[in-house]
């Protein structure tokens, strides 16, 4: 018998579900379903369950406070919570800090997977007939481990009779520069993204020596409400409202290809119930954009949204700005940084129908709003040891 996604009684199992896309998730399956889901989650530096107080009082809402390299504790809660479906998003995710110490990220990436993989199959093995046929293992996995993409500027250099691609102005051809699918080669860059891609190839291992029921997202870079200060986008948003320095990794023209989180949770639940078991699904927001143009974009919105003339912390620097763009500053490039990710989506697109709701537009001024009305969030997440200083810069 195939998953009955019409049955409510449905319990979605998701490590790392305090995380940014994790928490996004859980939200949105409590919020929009009537599934019931049990959160397994460390509580790293990176989750907080400040994210997850609107649901966290709900009767489907369960949190276990787990390691997934503890497989005594994973062996409880498979047995105790009896879930349907499993979504794998724990993990080490920041580029910078795996650069600064892989070690946590080959343990739980990697070690930590190969934990849940075997504990969800001796569970699965286990189940009646009708349950074990619906059950499935969703391994939530990112565009990084199929290394980088030719850039446009490195187009511009090989083909400068190219009109169409020659433009100093970066208006990127899709139709000439190619898109990551489904079936690219990997090719991870980073300790982080070379951690991902031996996370994927075991679950994709496990399918094939098992036959275990096991789907494979690969998703662009993430934006949205509750992302960790230390990445792009809320950094910059934070840093720039205190009047500190915008940190703009080498030329800042590196592209990435951006995707508004509670689009991605969508996605996620569609394929964790309705993709085809043993498939992969490429997941992207259609909005290529250099981090250059996204720090400016986010210092006009600021400019409107939160005045430098009425922004007392800045007032009190005596910082001589006239609007946020002039807090840009050029710095080194990460080592081994990758130029450009973009991703062909149409196979979730066509065969799930899914479509990302928000533009780059839309949702970029969201997320700066979310920021503004939300600073409490931000200053309890950086109690701990992270204060927003550079990682990854040691070599
Ligand atoms: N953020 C992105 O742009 C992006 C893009 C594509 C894919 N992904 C993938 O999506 C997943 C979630 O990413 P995110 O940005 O929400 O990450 P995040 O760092 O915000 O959250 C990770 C969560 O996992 C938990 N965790 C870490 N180690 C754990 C362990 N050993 N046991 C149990 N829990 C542990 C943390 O406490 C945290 O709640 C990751 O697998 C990541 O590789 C992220």
């Not at 850039?151 to 139709?175: F, Q, T, W």
């Not at 980073?190 to 690969?218: E, I, M």
Request: aromatic share 8%; glycine share 6%; with cysteine.
């Amino acid at each position: 018998m195939e998953l009955n996604i019409k049955n409510s009684t449905l319990k979605i199992l998701i490590t790392g579900g305090a995380g940014f896309i994790g928490s996004a998730v859980v939200r949105h399956l409590i919020n929009d379903t009537e599934y019931s889901v049990v959160n397994v989650d460390k509580l790293t530096y990176a989750g907080n369950l400040e994210s997850l107080k609107e649901v966290s009082q709900n009767e489907r809402y369960a949190f276990e406070q787990v390691d997934i390299c503890d497989a005594v504790e994973l062996n409880r809660i498979f047995n105790q919570h009896q879930p349907d479906i499993v979504m794998h998003l724990a993990a080490e995710s920041h580029v910078d800090r795996s650069i600064d110490g892989p070690s946590e990220f080959i343990q739980t990436n990697i070690v930590g997977t190969f934990t849940l993989l075997e504990q969800a199959r001796a569970y699965w093995n286990g189940l009646e007939a009708d349950k074990k046929s619906g059950f499935r293992f969703h391994h939530i996995s990112t565009d990084e481990v199929y290394g980088d993409l030719p850039h446009p500027d490195d187009v511009i250099a090989r083909s400068d009779n190219d009109a169409a691609i020659h433009n100093s102005e970066l208006k990127i051809n899709n139709s000439k520069l190619p898109l990551f699918t489904e079936t690219t080669a990997y090719a991870p860059s980073s300790p982080y993204s070379a951690s991902k891609a031996g996370s994927d190839h075991l679950v994709r291992a496990w399918q094939r020596t098992y036959g275990f029921p096991t789907l494979v997202t690969n998703c662009s870079n993430n934006y949205g409400p509750y992302h960790f200060p230390e990445k792009l986008i809320p950094l910059v948003i934070l840093n720039a409202l205190e009047g500190k320095p915008l940190p703009i990794y080498g030329k800042g023209n590196q592209i990435r290809d951006w995707l508004y989180v509670e689009d991605h949770a969508r996605a996620l639940v569609l394929v964790a119930l309705q993709g085809e078991v043993g498939q992969t699904y490429n997941l992207g927001g259609h909005n290529e954009k250099q981090n250059i143009e996204v720090v400016n974009m986010i210092c006009e919105i600021l400019d409107e949204l939160a005045p430098i003339e009425k922004n007392a912390t800045i007032k009190n620097l005596k910082l001589n700005i006239k609007n946020y763009k002039d807090l840009k500053v050029f710095v080194k490039d990460r080592p081994g940084h990758d130029m450009r990710y973009a991703i062909d989506a149409s196979k979730i697109q066509k065969e799930l129908g899914w479509m990302p709701l928000e533009t780059f537009e839309s949702g970029i001024r969201k997320t700066v709003q979310w920021y503004l009305n939300n600073r409490a969030w931000c200053k309890h997440v950086q109690d701990g040891s992270y204060q927003r200083e550079r990682l990854g810069s040691k070599l």
